[in-house]
Nanobody, 125 residues
């Protein structure tokens, strides 16, 4: 049974930082592209960032987070991370990690086979 478990969310002030983690089990982690999506209240789920398999040679980001967020992976720990800096109110959302075998079309949610339950990130002014 595949499980993706996110952690690291919470309440942070504008300009602050958070590091999200997503621990995977039940799959060969190094053979999956990993991604982060987010969903704000009243909005559709949107792509945040993705990292290719096996070693994370390719990384992609939404324009809204480029230069502020960094995605990385540790295959030895079956974990993907999202370092978020310079947070502001528009980053408030539930953040989900996802795993998929495809090594292309990273922004498409339909390309991912497994999803976590999400972790809440709230940025206050």
């Amino acid at each position: 049974q595949v499980q993706l478990v996110e952690s690291g969310g919470g309440l942070v002030q504008t300009g602050g930082s958070l590091r999200l983690s997503c621990a995977a089990s039940g799959l060969t982690f190094s053979r999956y592209s990993m991604a982060w999506f987010r969903q704000a209240p009243g909005k559709e789920r949107e792509f945040v960032g993705a990292i290719s398999w096996p070693g994370g040679l390719r990384r992609y980001y939404a324009d809204s987070v480029k230069g502020r967020f960094t995605i990385s992976r540790d295959n030895a720990k079956n974990t993907v991370y999202l370092q978020m800096n310079s947070l502001n109110a528009v980053d408030t959302a539930i953040y989900y990690c996802a795993a998929g075998r495809a090594n292309s079309d990273y922004v498409q949610a339909g390309k991912y086979d497994y999803w976590g339950q999400g972790t809440q990130v709230t940025v206050s002014s």
